[in-house]
Nanobody
């Protein structure tokens, strides 16, 4: 059974940084393309970033491009999201997700098979 557990969220001021982690209990983690999504109150869950199995290819939404970096450590079964220059509009619950199929950019909700419970990120102005 696949389990994804996010951590690293919190309350920060605008302009600062946070790094989210997603620990995966997947024996073959390296075989799964991964992604980050977020959901703000009253809004639909939206794509943030995705990464290929090896980590060699990454994709970002326009709203985070240049500020966020997705990465993975296949030896540690862990996915990361480095978030810099945070803005109040980045406030949301952030979810990591695993896909069984690589279909770049893997930016659709339906591309993913497994989801974590989410971690709250709040950015104050």
């Amino acid at each position: 059974q696949v389990q994804l557990v996010e951590s690293g969220g919190g309350l920060v001021q605008a302009g600062t940084s946070l790094r989210l982690s997603c620990a995966a209990s997947i024996r073959t983690f390296r075989n799964y393309p991964m992604g980050w999504f977020r959901q703000a109150p009253g809004r639909e869950r939206e794509f943030v970033a995705s990464i290929s199995r090896s980590g060699g290819s990454t994709y970002y939404s326009d709203s985070v491009k240049g500020r966020f970096t997705i990465s993975r450590d296949n030896a540690k079964n862990t996915l990361y999201l480095q978030m810099n220059s945070l803005k109040p509009e980045d406030t949301a619950v952030y979810y990591c997700a695993a896909s069984r199929v690589y279909s770049p950019p893997n930016s659709r909700y339906g591309d993913y098979d497994y989801w974590g419970q989410g971690t709250q990120v709040t950015v104050s102005s």
